[in-house]
């Protein structure tokens, strides 16, 4: 088995976060499943994932001061491993654990995700709970000065046998379920901790070896960001996908801000391995945060998003309620133009960037076809010049507009005309 098999191209889903935070149900991710099995499967979109918290019985009853709840009424095994909360995830009763919710995905024709915190429970170290098949408990494998500033759950583990066991345990609990993705938090970067004291680091290489020894083909997602770019041969190694951003939310500046991201990472875009750009706030978010309301971002910078995402190849996980889908953002997810270029041949490169403007250019050698997109980052119209992509090449070409369809003619000697925030781009 062979960890670059697990996603050959970028991992297309939903995830529960951006709209329900702590508290998402089995009806609600059911009602999700449903929604992408019927409209969004055929465009790529296949992996539907829990996020944080599903153990929690309490979650988000004291949103008003706390996101996370210090030790609160949280579902543990006997084996120190989180399970899922029996009032929110009723199939999970009597040991079922996420099967039957996996299944209910599997027999959609979609895979099952969940969301994991770095390291052991706390409550499982501090009543030394056994670890599953072994004479170690909890307390032998955690390391008590390795903890995560935004969330009371868990202790991280030492680089040891007992660490390791751990690991395994858990993996091997989540392949009973069928469990198809796992996003693990608090392992790809930490604000506490230098980079050379961080536990993150070899608890993501046991994680890795947790899963390569299971046999389940388990796509991994590192988060939270901004990786390390230092890093980079490390995510790589262990990992499928991994956060290059903080948690990104429906903010300008945090999408003009995305450009120089990917600028950065650019070239450690491969087959299995993609640096993540984070979930696609499209839609509906907010409700969990007591916040709903429709995305910030306009129509085109909602296709600016979609854009630089897809020619960057970055993962596309939507954080909007699947079930308020507009038509408008359906179709701002399923361009099937743009959707192709997360295919496996097409090499992304930017050509080049600045405070007003970026383009973009990505081409599939094996095919020939070519495409470049002309972002305005500006606050004001502006005029791209298209000679610094065009100039190697027999102008005028005829090319698709990806979002309109229409055909046109790219002229080195022209400029492209750009809104405040718009995105033109080209298919040839």
């Known amino acids: 088995m062979n960890k670059n098999d697990f996603a050959l191209t970028p991992p297309m889903g ?10 998402v149900t089995e009806d609600a991710v059911k009602a999700n499943a449903d929604f992408m099995a019927q409209n969004l499967k055929r465009y790529g979109y296949e992996y539907v994932v ?9 979650a988000a009853t004291k949103r008003d001061k706390f996101q996370y709840i210090p030790f609160g009424d949280d579902e543990i095994d006997e084996y120190g491993r989180f399970i899922p909360s029996p009032n929110r995830f009723p199939s999970s009763k009597n040991g079922a654990g996420f099967k039957p919710l996996a299944d209910y995905c599997h027999n959609l024709g979609l ?3 969940i969301h994991i915190m770095r390291g052991i429970p706390r409550t499982a170290a501090e009543r030394h709970l056994p670890i599953l098949g072994t004479d170690y408990t909890a307390n032998d494998a955690v390391n008590p000065s390795s903890i995560c500033g935004w969330n009371p759950d ?3 583990v030492w680089d040891n046998e007992a660490g390791q066991a ?6 091997e609990l989540y392949t009973s379920w069928g469990v198809d993705f796992i996003k693990c938090d608090d392992i790809c970067d930490s604000w506490m901790y230098k980079p050379e004291d961080f536990s993150g680091w070899h608890e993501t290489r046991m994680l890795h070896r ?13 988060s939270p960001g901004p990786a390390h770019i230092d890093k980079a041969f490390h995510y790589q190694e262990n990992a499928n996908m991994w956060r290059i951003t903080d948690d990104f939310w429906d903010k300008w500046e945090l999408l003009k801000n995305m450009f120089w991201r990917c600028e950065m990472w650019q070239d450690h875009v491969k087959t299995g391995c993609f640096p993540d750009c984070d979930m696609l706030p499209i839609g509906k978010v907010g409700a969990g945060f007591n916040s709903l309301r429709d995305s910030n971002f306009t129509y085109e910078e909602c296709k600016t998003m979609m ?4 020619f960057f190849r970055s993962p596309l996980m939507i954080g909007g309620e699947l079930t308020m889908m507009t038509k408008e953002n359906l179709g701002l997810l399923t361009n099937e133009k743009l959707l192709c270029f997360l295919q496996d041949g097409w090499k992304p490169r930017q050509i080049m960037r600045d405070d007003n403007q970026a383009i973009w250019m990505t081409e599939n050698r094996a095919t020939g076809e070519k495409a470049v997109a002309f972002f305005n980052l500006a606050e004001h119209p502006l005029d791209i010049e298209t000679s610094a992509v065009l100039k190697d090449f027999e102008t005028p070409i005829k090319a698709t507009d990806i979002w309109s369809n229409e055909q046109e003619e790219l002229d080195s000697n022209k400029s492209i005309k750009l809104a405040p ?3 033109r781009a080209y298919l040839f």
């Open 14 to 23: 939903w995830n529960s976060y951006d709209y329900y935070d702590t508290a």
């Open 50 to 58: 829990v996020d944080i918290e599903w153990y929690s019985n309490d």
């Open 111 to 113: 895979k099952f995700g």
């Open 154 to 156: 868990m202790y991280g």
């Open 166 to 171: 751990y690991y395994n345990s858990i993996i």
């Open 210 to 222: 947790a899963i390569m020894n299971s046999g389940r083909p388990i796509t991994l997602s590192l």
């Open 307 to 310: 854009t630089l995402w897809c």
């Open 421 to 423: 925030h718009q995105v």
